[in-house]
């Protein structure tokens, strides 16, 4: 099998001969270079959103939950998880795929843990339940671990590994991914999900340390965005299933699988988080996961897990954000490799980002909203583009 990279963090180049000063994050759609963004208000797209749930029949509540958590991801920089979904979250509701007044239960509870059944409803709506649930229980416990079943398709992690922390809280998040698209290491045929991980560490008044990575080199999204732009892929993210070579073309993904981050680290990591957030959850699992890019027959049966930890059962919340804060000065102060500019930590981009989003509107390519416009003609609601 090719030698594969030994080890690829959540920043990427966005083109060839990109130095580490002009990275990107992993899971951000990048436009073509024919391509410019417009800058929409974010509360045009979370009003937009919710619009559209309702449309698709959740109540109001829970579509401005779901909008809410969308909305997150784009604030942040998850662009592959925020609007640029929409379109695919609405077929499904309009197939009846995904139940759009689902009923969540905790079918078990125990003073530190929980179950929450998601009835096959929208998996922002459960696990930002989840979340709140585990921080309801870490207050009374010092640590919970939520787990779920019977969900779909949640976004960013990051999104539910900050509930937890604006609580004060360490927040930890993982999933089993909705498509199979990796082998066990040294396999030929994808039996897991990019399975991703976030997790979230307050610092106090400076930025939050808030890691949130899948566990192949790049995100699916990513991957997806460049094969969209007919974009060539850089070698070491997609491989043969005939023979390991690489693809770099986006047009024979059906050929390949993802190539998981350190090898057979990433494999392991994907490996032990699947098995956390399906068996142990009573939810899919390797051959059991079914593709949701592909026409669903029934429930995908989507497994998660969140975890909230009081930072204040240790030591003083203030005493441990002040070390976190030593720290981080100590890394982003340290010495750096010729040609880098910056340090980075993860999190600290998250914050500017939102903060300049906040401020300035959500960055979204024309084309996509193109495909909002037709959604919201479907949906016989005001179009994004009106809004703005």
Known sequence: MPQRPLFVARWVPAFAGTTPSGLIRENRKV??????????????????????????????????????????????????????????????????????RANLRVVERAPATALLDGDNGMGHLVMTHAAKLAVEIARAAGVAWVGVRRSNHAGAGSTYAAIPLAAGMIGIYSAVSGSNFMAPWGGAEPLLGTNPI??????????????????????????????????????????????????????RLAEGMFVPMGTYKGSGLALVLGLLGGPLNRAAFGRDVKDVNAEQVRETNTGQFVIALDVAR??????????????????????????????????????????????????LAPSLLKQLDEVAKSLAIEPLTARA
Request: aromatic residues 4%.
């Open 31 to 100: 436009p073509t270079a024919a391509e410019t963004t417009v800058r929409i208000p974010a509360a045009a797209v979370g009003a937009f959103m919710t619009d559209a749930f309702r449309a698709c029949g959740l109540p109001d509540a829970d579509a401005a939950t779901v909008a809410g958590a969308m909305l997150d991801a784009d604030l942040s920089g998850s662009d592959a998880h925020g609007v640029f979904r929409l379109p695919g979250y609405v077929r499904n509701l309009q197939r009846g795929n995904v139940n759009p």
């Open 198 to 251: 976030a997790v979230a560490i307050p610092a106090g008044n400076a930025a939050p340390v808030v890691l949130d990575i899948a566990t192949s080199v790049v995100s699916n999204g990513a991957i997806r965005s460049y094969a969209a732009e007919n974009r060539p892929m850089p070698e070491g993210w997609v491989i043969s299933r005939a023979d390991g070579t690489p693809i770099t073309d986006g047009r």
């Open 314 to 363: 240790f030591l003083a919340p203030d005493v441990f954000a002040a070390e976190v804060n030593r720290h981080v000065r100590d890394l982003v102060g340290s010495k750096k490799l010729p040609g880098v500019d910056d340090i980075h930590i993860p999190g600290q981009g998250r914050e500017q980002r939102r903060t300049d989003r906040q401020q300035n509107g959500v960055p």
